[in-house]
């Protein structure tokens, strides 16, 4: 995959700050479920890359990240902002996602530079139907046989 053709996994906009994850390519010698992945944040302060590995475990991770997404927005609402760590934290770079008003998103790369950075987003109510897409989108590409 080059980096025009490279499917999307996330794209959190709010018009001024992006935060996205693109897939870059298989990572043989990892095993057949590993991917290299793009962090990749755009925004008037700040532009930056962080490569990690993605397998398809995470994939189902990121499903249910954005289940109890939906789920806990009204907590949000209330004050009480849920945290969801992808790829699960522990991983070499990961996002911290924090459903509140507004959203944000840490992007942390582990153990290498400890450098965290975080994003606040606007984000429309309804994202979240657009990032299952994505989610399907990926996971069709990505799917046994591909």
């Given at each position: 995959m080059d980096?025009?053709?490279?499917?999307?996994?996330?794209?959190?906009?709010?018009?001024?700050?992006?935060?996205?994850?693109?897939?870059?390519?298989?990572?043989?010698?990892?095993?057949?479920?590993?991917?290299?992945?793009?962090?990749?944040?755009?925004?008037?302060?700040?532009?930056?890359?962080?490569?990690?590995?993605?397998?398809?475990?995470?994939l189902d991770h990121w499903s249910g990240a954005l289940g109890r997404i939906e789920t806990d927005e009204l907590r949000a609402a209330n004050g009480d902002a849920l945290t969801v760590d992808w790829p699960p934290a522990g991983n070499d770079g990961y996002l911290r996602f924090i459903a509140d008003d507004p959203y944000v998103v840490e992007i942390h790369d582990q153990p290498q530079t400890q450098i965290s950075v975080r994003v606040p987003l606007d984000m429309d109510e309804g994202w979240t139907p657009e990032a299952r897409q994505r989610l399907r989108d990926v996971q069709r590409l990505l799917s046994p046989g591909d």
């Open positions: 980096e025009e053709t490279a499917p999307e996994l996330i794209r959190l906009a709010d018009g001024h700050q992006v935060v996205s994850v693109k897939l870059a390519d298989r990572v043989p010698a990892w095993g057949p479920d590993y991917y290299a992945a793009d962090i990749v944040i755009s925004s008037d302060c700040v532009n930056a890359r962080l490569r990690i590995l993605v397998t398809l475990e995470d």
